[in-house]
């Protein structure tokens, strides 16, 4: 049994900071691609920003400069830090992975449940 769980997310000012997780735990061989994907109510999950195992970024033209991702490959965790937070960036914050189990199958776009962030402004 594999797992995705995100860190709570938070009410934040507009301009504010904050730094979400996701940790994937369970039957784990490796982890391949991670990264983080929003939706707005209203509309489809969008991507925010993903990274590689060899740490190679990228990262949607709304939030270059602002958000950072980054992993700690010993402990299976992507961050994003999230800096000059805006009222458009509220939304439900999704942790995504490929994951190869310990069984050897992989797990491609492997989600967590969510997490909500609101900037109020």
């Known amino acids: 049994q594999v797992r995705l769980v995100e860190s709570e997310g938070k009410l934040v000012q507009a301009g504010g900071s904050l730094r979400l997780s996701c940790a994937a735990s369970?039957?784990?061989?490796?982890?391949?691609?991670m990264g983080w994907y929003h939706r707005v109510p209203g509309k489809q999950r969008e991507l925010v920003a993903t990274?590689?195992?060899?740490?190679?970024?990228n990262y949607a033209d709304s939030v270059k400069g602002r958000f950072t991702i980054s992993r700690d490959n010993i402990k299976n965790t992507v961050y994003l830090q999230m800096n000059g937070l805006k009222p458009e960036d509220t939304a439900v914050y999704y942790c995504?992975?490929?994951?190869?189990?310990?069984?050897?199958?992989?797990?491609?776009?492997?989600w967590g449940r969510g997490t909500q962030v609101t900037v109020s402004s």
């Open positions: 995504s992975a490929d994951i190869t189990t310990t069984a050897g199958y992989t797990l491609f776009d492997y």
């Open positions: 990274i590689s195992n060899s740490s190679i970024t």
């Open positions: 369970g039957s784990i061989s490796t982890v391949g691609d």
